[in-house]
């Protein structure tokens, strides 16, 4: 389950769960951009669209998936900053988004479990073109650790291991994958991997690329 998923980083690890054989649940306001997935993909992708600020919404968009397949492995929830946002980024807006939607989500999701465990692994990313002073960036790496440790140590016996990404010097469209994205894939895949099953948590993985980062077409 991929959720605040209509952007590069969510497209990239739908497609790349996808090609690796997993059934995909994208949930986000405007999941449209993932028509050209659905064309090839069948019913093993499923977009769901959801308002993440509201917990009924939420909760309804997890009664979907859940009728849908019946158990979910995995959720991933993305707190993205477009480049051509007008409003200045901001490290305390998007750790609160990240921090917000890991509990409201997560909270959600872990009360259908039964039994079995869920990876869970929280993305917060932004661009090289909005960088950010080092103390808000502190903040928002504060944020993130401090709810992922928390959040881990809550859920823990419920079968919840809880981790998280933060990524910066990031470049890509739609159309251009970078070396950051394909970092950051290998990195939710390896957060998520059920041989890790009941010993990775709590984590928050850093993922800092040098500026001059080539991106390259898929």
């Known amino acids: 389950?991929?959720?605040?998923?209509?952007?590069?980083?969510?497209?990239c690890?739908?497609?790349s769960f996808l090609e690796t054989g997993y059934r995909v649940a994208v949930g986000d306001l405007d999941?449209?951009?993932?028509?050209?997935?659905t064309a090839v993909s069948g019913t093993n992708l499923f977009p769901v669209k959801v308002n993440l600020n509201r917990d009924v919404y939420v909760n309804s968009m997890v009664d979907q998936v859940y009728l849908r397949w019946s158990r979910v492995d995995i959720l991933v929830n993305i707190a993205f900053r477009r480049r051509e946002c007008a409003e200045p980024l901001s490290a305390t807006d998007l750790g609160l988004d990240a921090v917000s939607n890991l509990i409201r989500v997560t909270s959600a999701f872990g009360s259908r479990?039964?039994?079995?465990?869920l990876a869970v692994v929280n993305i917060a990313w932004f661009d090289e073109k909005s960088l950010l002073e080092?103390?808000?960036?502190?903040?928002?790496?504060?944020?993130?650790?401090?709810?992922?440790?928390a959040m881990a140590k809550k859920y823990f016996d419920s079968g919840l291991r809880i981790n998280a990404v933060?990524?910066?010097?990031?470049r890509s469209t739609s159309y251009v994958q970078s070396e950051t994205l394909r970092t950051l894939v290998q990195a939710v895949q390896f957060l998520a991997n059920p041989e890790l099953s009941g010993k990775l948590?709590?984590?928050?993985?850093?993922?800092?690329?040098?500026?001059?980062?080539?991106?390259?077409?898929?």
């Open 113 to 117: 479990l039964q039994g079995e465990e």
């Open 166 to 170: 933060h990524t910066r010097n990031a």
């Open 31 to 37: 999941p449209s951009d993932f028509s050209s997935l």
């Open 13 to 15: 690890l739908a497609q």
């Open 1 to 11: 389950m991929l959720v605040g998923a209509s952007n590069p980083v969510g497209f």
């Open 134 to 149: 080092a103390d808000r960036e502190a903040v928002l790496q504060a944020a993130l650790r401090t709810t992922t440790s």
């Open 201 to 218: 948590t709590g984590n928050v993985l850093h993922i800092d690329l040098k500026p001059d980062d080539s991106p390259f077409r898929r």
